[in-house]
């Protein structure tokens, strides 16, 4: 009796001493927060993901995912000393994530999923080293480990067709809140028309390119989805996916992102040149119809004005790119041309060499000429590496999947494109839809390409053993590696 009265007392100290120590830990924390509410609510938000870890990895990434594409503005106002906040946390989770995953199970991981970012992040890695502003160049090298972090863990997640799918499934949900958000602020906008030049939609997303580009990538998905799964569905399905498809592909309009309007464009072409050729009539009619609308039809021909520098003069947006593009190289002294100039020093040099920069740090608005800048030949061939290693894994796929193949490889292409003239490496929330994506598909590829080898032995040990003969021996056969 005695003994249980002292267990009882022991418990209900600890949960005392528990309590007070949260108690003071709270208070410290508003304290360290300097009394933001944002941050305040934002802890037991953080609490939960801890609790989750703990639970099951596996729902805590997709909740992650799940959520990531509406967080941007919220997590702007969570930052605090030093520029860090609740959106560091999470990255920072995330790419833990992906270290517990690969230490559970090191065999999930094949070599050529490393050898595919390994150049990348060693090439980064030291560039970091000699970058003139060395705090900002590890968070740009932790946003890379990031990207390789939802890559990796693609792997161990999606591990069958049905896995494949849920992933999609996920990619697509995400979108729910970042377009009702979109809607809402086009409903209530009340600076003018929306189809003015001065308006650029933006959602949940602290660009409206970020916002352009992860539609791209929902509209592609959506897109496949209804000419696979869904391909039988009942109709109130496929007309509800359509009806989300519409809204998204006016969303993107009302970005006026170019280049993401130019890679829509190219994912419906190369559908109709490989599977339907109705779909090339269809685009012939579509941009007749997308330059009825203002801003459509300004944005475009805005590329035919200011393209000379003036001193009086204004350029467009492509000729003022240009321009930072050439005094950049022209500035880079030549033995610099190897190694670069180190992570971040872009934006670190531009006062120096751009004569229009006013002060203001510009990116390179363009993922080559960054890249260049800041790691040199280098750095571009490790990159070069990199996309052609998952050219060819993705390629593996083709067999078993020719849409989705061939759909994947397109958004590769395509991100090569947005590259050229935007700042990429910056847009981490849509680089985590992407590379999960990226991951997913390759995945499925090299299982696919395992599965045809392992077909190929048996096919081979049945044909040259005789079953009378050689009946207790055995015909097993393993998985070969990948």
Known sequence: MNSMNAKALLAGLAVVMTGLLAGLGAVGFVDVVDGKLALITALPFVLALGMLLVLDKRKLFFLILLFRASGDLVLETTRFGGGMGVGGLINALVILLALMFIFERPSGLSKRAMSIWGPVLAVAFAAMFYSPEFKDAIRVFLALVSYMAVFVIAFYVVRSKEDFEFAITIILLSS??????????????????????????????SHPNILAFYLVINVSLIFYRLKTSFVDAPFYKCAALWFWMALMLGLLLLTQTRSAWAAMFVIFAVYGVFFQQRYLLYLVLAPLLALLVPSVR?????LGQGNEVGRYSELNSFAWRQLLWKTAMDWMAISKSVFGYGLNSFKHY??????????????????YVQWFFETGVVGVLASAWMYVRLFFTLKLGIKENRLSTIIVITLLIEYLFFAFSDNMLDYLAFNWYYWFFIGAACAMAMRSRAAQALTRQYEQGWSVHEPDHNFLKSNRRHEPRY
Do not use: C, E, K, Q
Not at 177 to 197: E, K, M, Q
Not at 350 to 367: C, M
């Open 176 to 205: 729910l809140i970042p377009v009702i958000y979109a809607l809402f602020v086009v409903a209530t906008y009340s600076g003018g028309s929306i189809f003015s030049d001065t308006f650029r939609l933006r959602g949940t997303f």
């Open 298 to 302: 300004d944005r475009l021909l805005d």
């Open 350 to 367: 531009s006062p120096i060499f751009f004569p229009l920069a006013g002060g203001t740090h510009w990116g390179a608005h363009s993922t």
